[in-house]
C-alpha cells in the first residue's frame, strides 16, 4: 500500500515513515511539510534515521495523494481539514490521529467522508480503544450518582489539552450516559467553584517531563472508588496503530470510521 506521511518532519512524521517501513506490504510514496520548511528536498527516510529511500519532503501535497492509497495525518487541526478535503479529490484513506479538533473541523471531516474513507482517533493503541469501551460500559451501568473524573499527564511539549485521547475517554462516557459530552463536561476548576453539579463529566490535564500518555477514568460513588487506567510506554505505538487502521481502511466505502471499527471493538 503506497502511503504519504504529512507533517513528515515532526517526531510523530519520522514514527510514522519508520512504522511504514517495518510494515510488510506497505511503502511509502510521498512526505508532505509545510512551506519553508527546512526538511524540504531532503530525503524522508533519512530524516527517520532509515537508509536513503528516495522519497524526497516536498510541500506539495495533491501530486502526493493522487499517486497514493492513503495519508497518515498527525498534524494540526487547520491543517488536517485541508489535506481531508486533497484526500477527498484523491479518493484515498485518510487517517487522522490530529487532537484538538473543534466542531468547525470536526464538520469538514464529515464532508470529505462522504468522498472517501476517513479513520479519526484521539488515539491509535489497542489498549486505549479497549479503554474507551469499558468506561462506556461502566458509565451506562453506574448512576449519576457516581461522579467521572478523567485525569491524563503528557509531556511538556504538548500544545492542547485535554488531551485527545481524554476527551475521547470523556465522549465514551457521556455515550454510555446517553448524554452529550458537550453539556456535561467541566473541563477547568478555580477558585470558589461551589459543590460539584451532578452529572458532569470533570477532566484534569498535567503536564511535565517527557511523558508519552498516562489516562485514568475515576468513577467515585458513595464509599467507594473504581479506577480504569492506561499508560502508553512508547510512541510508536500510534504509528503502528495509524499504518494498521490505513490497510484497514484500503477499498472501504466512503465514512467516518473510527479505531474501534478496525480493532472489532464497536460491539464492546
Not at 495533491?62 to 489535506?83: H, I, K, Q, R
Not at 456535561?184 to 477558585?191: E, Q, W
Request: aromatic residues 4%.
Amino acid at each position: 500500500m503506497r502511503l504519504v506521511v504529512v507533517g513528515a518532519a515532526g517526531r510523530m512524521g519520522r514514527m510514522l515513515i519508520k512504522a511504514i517501513h517495518e510494515t510488510e506490504g506497505c511503502v511509502l510514496s510521498g512526505a508532505i511539510e509545510r512551506p519553508g520548511s527546512p526538511a524540504l528536498g531532503q530525503d524522508a527516510a533519512v530524516l527517520a534515521g532509515l537508509p536513503a529511500g528516495g522519497v524526497l519532503v516536498t510541500d506539495e501535497a495533491l501530486p502526493a495523494f493522487v499517486d497514493a492509497e492513503g495519508v497518515l495525518d498527525f498534524t494540526s487541526p487547520d491543517a488536517t481539514v485541508e489535506f481531508a478535503t486533497l484526500a477527498a479529490q484523491a479518493r484515498i484513506v485518510h487517517v487522522v490521529g490530529t487532537t484538538g479538533l473543534e466542531p468547525h473541523h470536526l464538520a469538514k471531516l464529515e464532508a470529505a467522508a462522504r468522498h472517501a474513507a476517513i479513520v479519526r482517533s484521539g488515539n491509535m493503541s489497542l489498549g486505549v480503544n479497549l479503554l474507551a469501551g469499558l468506561v462506556r460500559k461502566v458509565a451506562a451501568t453506574l448512576g449519576t450518582d457516581w461522579d467521572i473524573e478523567i485525569v491524563e499527564m503528557h509531556h511538556r511539549m504538548k500544545v492542547d489539552a485535554p488531551s485527545g485521547t481524554a476527551v475521547m475517554l470523556g465522549e465514551a462516557a457521556a455515550e454510555g450516559r446517553s448524554v452529550d459530552l458537550a453539556d456535561t463536561r467541566v473541563a477547568v476548576r478555580d477558585g470558589q467553584t461551589g459543590a460539584r453539579v451532578p452529572g458532569t463529566i470533570g477532566f484534569a490535564a498535567l503536564r511535565g517531563g517527557t511523558v508519552v500518555g498516562d489516562h485514568k477514568v475515576i468513577f467515585a460513588g458513595a464509599g467507594e472508588r473504581l479506577e480504569l487506567s492506561h499508560v502508553a510506554e512508547d510512541r510508536g505505538l500510534f504509528a503502528q496503530g495509524a499504518v494498521k487502521a490505513a490497510l484497514w481502511g484500503r477499498g472501504r466505502k466512503p465514512g467516518l470510521y473510527s479505531m474501534a471499527d478496525v480493532l472489532g471493538l464497536d460491539t464492546l
